[in-house]
């Protein structure tokens, strides 16, 4: 199979594609990965580890090649082991992105990234946008290929009935060049699903999630997943958090204070580009408690941390005859090392999902999201036994 | 239905009676009590919380009561509102316990309890100190009533095949007065399963868990669960450790460092009564994650913390491309406000498992224990479903 | 000694009092109070520690007393020991607070303490307002009394030369009842200071740190502090800060998040309250390393905290080679009991230092505060050697 | 200057190495070196930073080099920038330590270096040994060369008057031949301390401590300083503890838990070398204190660190009327880049010592030690104001 990934140059779209090499090289094992866990043997046969080829969009550096990009970043963080490094050259250095598109993504993401170099600088209109991302993908892609979408966080569009809520809407939009209702990852999720490629959203920008493309995917028999990769504080959040719940003890308040240096927290600094972020964090535990404590979700930028993402979380809860006891927890993980396999692995159950003649969103696969569409399931444990479940059912 | 404890004027027996009558006047709400969750509403009907009488064994202050037993450890903890405590007076101050055992109780409890004042100080043999517990427990059971071992930790007693492994040896053990090989848990188990009353054994020390009692549970058609409290550190472990087995992340070590200021502190300083404990908490997380990370726990004596139990756990762990990372939490909890409401649940659902016709080990009540027996789930949040299912199942 | 307070029902100023008292009867004993480590005993003989009488200005509840208010703080916050409350109700009952003013208090504080009553609803000028004050610390002074000012962080005043810089020009002020420019502390330190009385600033407000009350200072020779005791995270920060310059340690990054969930958590949400105590808490840090790391400093509120103050800091720093490592410290204290006695050993020192003939600014004080009047010295160390040195050089 | 270390292919000593080499090549700058804070910017006239030579003995991988030693340290840790490590080959790759001894080193030592060479596996004498190390030293020295102890630490050994009392004494059993009584670190202390070499001892072993060897360096007007260098948990403990004196806060207990994955982790593991470093890092907090608060001092290895210590302490203390409080702080640093800079500064601090006639123990170093010699003085504020005052005075 194949994977085609927006943001190829990001480190998240780096890492995952140099960790999938370098498990074919046998030079680092499948630690990480989801989806080469012992219970999923036989997905194996469904979508291979090794992917056949890499592609994708970018908005940056596009005289360079995958190899360069992931040395840069390795460069700032040496986030994982030299050795490693060194022996994938050969494999990165010819995978190479094509021109994307940054529309809407906010003065964040082209002030962080510059110089940047998107189609809309080219003087193109929507409908030529699309075409030349269709173009793009359409080069590349085989009967097994997915797309996720790793772009920085975009701004919240508001939503526009008109525009988002029809595919009908959402087609004309294009054709009038609406560019004030419609984002990159919009885009992106459109071509995608037009061409039958599984999309999965692993931001929280609005991706596949509006009713229009929701109605292409049914329309068109196309599985997609998202929104949000769970990657860190939250993954804990929603793993702790049931036990509160099973054990009668009331959560008095949450405070979940995220800090982290790279890319991405620069981007997030940047007022607009930030909300989406902490709304998609917010919600969680109130889910899964049933009731709303008071919570405090801060993510800040703090340069030096690199992409060394660091939270700490306290809980204050109550417990028999009122008394108050307290939580704490740090969390500290290299981001790139803990979202990349989960590309993958969502690139695999999509694919997986396809075969298997799934259509729409594959609610089933929240286990990997922050913010999964259509469903209320939050807590960890349930969706992992949802994914088990959805994955012995189909096989 | 009634309650019978097994070391009636601890802080963990006291605290589950007040906070019980506290309930029911209505100064404290139901929080901490999983039997009193929405999903248990029915339980009501079968084993209502609040009990008819409360009684027990004690070998220390037994000219006291069980309000001013609750009071000093009040003065020493202030573990809860003061208003509640002062109302309680009159519903407490005419529960008094009866002389029990601290048969191979080991040096630990009997130096930091003292003075104490046991049966086998009378001069009695096993046979008498039997006889005694039976006659006060007899005097005050009734079709509903169920016992549970709040007592200190016991050291480990050696397994004797002739002894623990059947109940005719059991039996001709007593008759022969061997000391040696009986401890005060068994005995209060062995009294409790030959007269019908379930049997929770709230504490690592043997209980009803040699084959012997067990025997014993299946002959009378008896319910009984055990050992050791979920209570603290090792609740929050089995709800963490799954996290790192679904996402494929390879723990690489688990520290886990107690520390605790109470009697149960005190006497797990005394080395014989700590080796249960640790047992009990360190093989958790290899039976979650189905390998053996290298794993570190301990427990110390800290005084000025009384009951304010804290611990202080580090996980490495590994990810994608084989780079570490870290986690780390700390869990600062008055023991006795966790442990007094498992208590009352675990009393509660033996009582509805005895009308419902079960008998012998209730392995579904893992949820509340460390060391469950007869299951290998140790996982949190199964538990809980396992519970419910079961709970379901019978109703 | 006497001892004047405004914001005298406020949980610090309740719990001053309270403290003196206890130590007085002989129910606790003087841990906490600098003034009275061994090193400073001869302080005894001129500002004894059991001061002769408290009184003081409020906006709130001036229909009850100093102990029904304790009372009050002691039901949300149950800040220390029952026993020692109930006995001191006989010597608090009878002290009672003067109506004061809330002049640019902000509209924090106005909401938050609500229903207040103060001297400006009256109807009165600024200069009936300075009368009011002024007769009832006359009415209350004597040679030894001190004032500090324990309410509520004001909003930042925009400095105005022509009022705030010279005395004459505030007294004009005053009579032209130039209400938007005075605020109430400036008041309170204005009729202290005019009166002989030293005062002591606790908190971020401007108090008598504008030139025009230094002047005045001077000119009568009265000895002033502040501002802003250093009880909890900053105090820590200018512990351990030095260590990281002493070591030649490059600190990259200093995060500080506080939250707390009293009233003055309540009043700093408030965007315009909060402005004064950030700037105070934010600045300590390059001062004492002579470089300007990346630092964050955030206060935010979390209702069921009530006076726990908590703290998390996190240290980014760099050492030999360019390794980069982590420092993570938790600060969790009552803020009351940590601020309360500070009051106290201020007063005393003020005192003391008025007897030797000191007037003006004590910027040997520094140790109390978060941002000490006249002195680049934050170093802990250094202002505790420094308050040494000069109490030595005095007595 | 020169340096001998002992211990020469330790990761201590091969990081200090490395880092003056990158120094000097400037692809590092000073930071971690105290010696290079601007307060002794005229150090380098006596004792410049970039050292002329090093050497040292050793008891392992005789047969290869420093750069050797240095780069399977780094594959294990990576614990600075790969770029510097590949630019020092050169500079590294010549420097060859010479066979020592490992008398009286402990079970720990032996077993966890194997395969290791020492003199005393040739079957030499006591005298033998002294000669050879002393042979080795005088063919490397000139009038600039210090030496450091960076080797393991020892086991105890009892204190024997007649051995360790006198400098005769112990010359007497160097003849003897009692290899019972006398370790390495004696060894190498005296042959340095008679050849005129000052000597620094960076472990808790016994070293120069010894009256005998206080007596030589007397005698031959040597300075020498230690013992055990203060890099982490202990620097911080006494750079913190201060604050609760300076406040009158009642330590009621101080917790210090240390986890460590390398050598010295492993050496310590053994119960025999553990003894020594416990008690070295345990008394700090009572000496600075001046009463003996309950204390946990503990430290275990923990493989997967590697080098990177990490320890988690917790002080509960007690505040203003009685109330109990709570600091936590965890330190995450990688132990030999915050140990090898100290190296060079103890070393440059000593070679200016020896310049400026000093003899005997230079007490003023106890700013880089957990167990100064003959000081009481543990505070790190004080340590480092002794050190900047003894430096001035002699500069």
Known sequence: MKLWLFGLY???????????????????????LVSSLPVFKDLERYSPLNFDQFGGHEIRALDRNLYSELFSHWEENQHFDYRILKELEEDLKDIKAKKGTALNCGSGVLEELKPVSTLEDEGLSLEQIVERIEKDI????????????????EPVIPYDQEVHGSL????????ENRKDRISASMIYAYVSLK???????????????????????????????GNDGKTGETLVKT??????????????????????GDLDGKVLSHKQNKESKVVSKDKVVSKILGYEPYTITEINYFPSLQDNKTAFDFIHYQG???TKMKFYFTWDAVDA??????????????NFAKKKGVKGVVKELA??????????????????ETLVNWYRSLK
């Open 320 to 322: 028999f005859l009122g």
């Open 239 to 260: 793993t702790l958090a049931p036990m509160f719940a099973y054990r009668n003890l009331k959560v008095l308040g949450w405070m979940g204070y995220n800090i982290l």
């Open 168 to 175: 009908e809407g959402f087609e004309r939009a294009i054709k």
């Open 10 to 32: 990001g480190i998240v779209a780096t890492t995952a594609v140099a960790g999938d090499r370098a498990v074919k090289k046998g030079i680092t094992d499948t630690t990480g």
């Open 195 to 225: 061409n039958g490629i599984p999309y999965g959203n692993f931001t929280p920008s609005a991706g596949s999630g509006i009713p229009a493309l929701k109605e292409l995917a049914e329309k068109n028999g196309v599985p997609h997943a």
């Open 138 to 153: 359409l080069e590349f892609k085989d009967d097994e290929t997915v797309a996720v979408n790793v772009a920085s966080t």
């Open 367 to 384: 286990f990997f999201f922050k913010s999964p569409m259509d469903t209320d399931e939050y807590n960890t444990h349930k969706q992992f």
């Open 337 to 350: 090392i803990v979202a990349a396999p989960l590309v993958l692995d969502i690139a695999r159950f999509l």
